[in-house]
Structures are given as C-alpha cells and as structure tokens.
C-alpha cells in the first residue's frame, strides 16, 4: 500500500510518500540534487516499490523548497533538520519500526554523512557527491587512467586509434590530465569523513564504475573502507543489470540491519 502524508521540519510542511510493507526494518530514501521523491522518470518510486513488496516499509520525502514541500531550498548541505524531521515522521507512521536504514545517492549521501547518519541504524551511500564547486567539471586522474586501462583492453577502441578515428586534442588533454598527481581530498570530503567519524552504526558504500561522481569519491576515501562497485553502471544505476545489482545491495543491507 503506497499513501501520501505531510509532516513538518522547523515550522515548514513538508510532504512525502510511504510504501508500507510488514517489515521492522524500514528505508529512509533521501532524494539527490532538486529532484523531487518520486525521482528521475519514476525511478526511485519503482525502487520504492520494490524494496516495499521484499517486506521492508520505504519513506520518501520533499525537502524544503523542493518538489510539494513548503519553504527555501537551501541544498544539501543544510538539509540535516529535514533529514531528522523525515526519520522522526517515518517512525511516528510505522511504530513498529525498529531498526531505519537511511540511503542516498551522489550529495544525499553526502548530506547523511555531513549529518553523522541523522539518526539512522545504518547508511547505504551511493556515488557520494565530493566536489567543490570549482572543481566539479574536473576528472580526478585516478579516474582517468582508470579509464585508459580499461581502453587498453579494447580491441575496439585501439583499432579506432590506430586508424585515426580518434580525435588527438581531446585524447592529449586527457593523457596530461592523467599524469597529474591525486589531489588532496575536497574540503567537503574531509567534512563528510568527520561527519561518520563518531558513527556507530554500519555503512555501505556503493560505486557506478562508469560515474565520475563515483570515481571521485572513491579516490577521495581511499582504503578507509570497503567500497561496492557495480562494473557497467552509470550515476544513476538506470541499467537493467545496475538496477538489479543496486536492489540486491539494498535488501542484503537491510537483511543484515534488521
């Protein structure tokens, strides 16, 4: 059963959407960028979905200033006050919750981990958003020689390029780009890893192997925990091969939560 509900954050009426299921394990889906809960062309409320009919009750919501919500959009960086405010209403609605798992991809992860989890048992974080705003057209060269080495394995691709089917400027750039040392880690990143430091509960990090967004975080946190990576996958997990592998990582995170 799928209903739609209001709930407040300081004053401010929010709106959001719950999928109900018998579970005491629930999902707190954190929406990305301006979308609004429902996602983009449906997604997450087909994700939503789905999670709900394997038993685990799924929350989605508008923050403020998005979507039907009321007030000012103050992206995500401020968004710990409705983070809280969604969890405490998601709890209010299903009582019989014991244990919410709260999840988020690119900078709703990041929100959840500039939170320290806001409240949630447990954080499932998806390609999370670690750019500042000057650098986020830039490639980290981890990212790029990454790329090079799985070109190297291209019978395709090296054909093309002895051929002169590839252009040289852009392929130049790119090479220079990838001689570069690794940058020192954003200062946004580095607020994210205090904002888990003291964190109890688990977390899961999960990376599109084909997102910049996602290379870039994983270069930024290093070794410092262990990362899964969806071979194939873009931002937004919309291949049908990445949509599977991304419910399989939420339910067994969940199964393991609860």
């Not at 989605?60 to 710990?80: P, Y």
């Not at 990838?178 to 880690?185: N, S, V």
Request: glycine letters at 10%; a neutral charge; proline letters at 5%.
């Amino acid at each position: 059963m799928r209903r739609h509900l209001t709930f407040t954050c300081e004053g401010t009426q929010l709106v959001a959407t719950l999928d109900e299921a018998p579970g005491s394990t629930g999902l707190l889906l954190v929406t990305g960028g301006n979308e609004v809960r429902s996602g983009a062309w449906a997604g997450q409320a087909q994700f939503a979905a789905q999670v709900a009919a394997a038993g685990y009750p799924v929350f989605r919501f508008d923050r403020r200033g998005c979507g039907d919500s009321e007030g000012v959009n103050a992206e995500f960086r401020s968004s710990a006050p409705d983070l809280g405010a969604a969890l405490a209403a998601f709890r209010a609605e299903c009582p019989r919750l014991t244990r919410v798992a709260g999840m988020g991809n690119c900078d709703a992860a990041s929100a959840l981990m500039l939170a320290g989890g806001a409240g949630c048992d447990g954080l499932i974080l998806s390609n999370p958003w670690t750019f500042e705003a000057d650098a986020a057209d830039e490639a980290p060269p981890q990212a790029v020689r990454s790329h090079y080495r799985d070109r190297l394995k291209d019978l395709g691709a090296i054909k093309r390029l002895l051929t002169g089917q590839v252009a040289i400027g852009p392929l130049l750039k790119s090479l220079l780009s990838a001689a570069r040392p690794a940058a020192a880690p954003s200062s946004l990143a580095q607020e994210m890893a205090a904002g888990l430091e003291a964190y109890a509960g688990h977390v899961r990090f999960l990376v599109a192997d084909r997102d910049r967004t996602g290379q870039a975080f994983a270069a930024a946190w290093g070794n410092s925990a262990p990362i899964g990576r969806c071979p194939g996958a873009t931002h937004s997990f919309v291949e049908a091969d990445a949509r599977a592998w991304l419910l399989q990582q939420t339910l067994r995170a969940l199964q393991e939560l609860g």
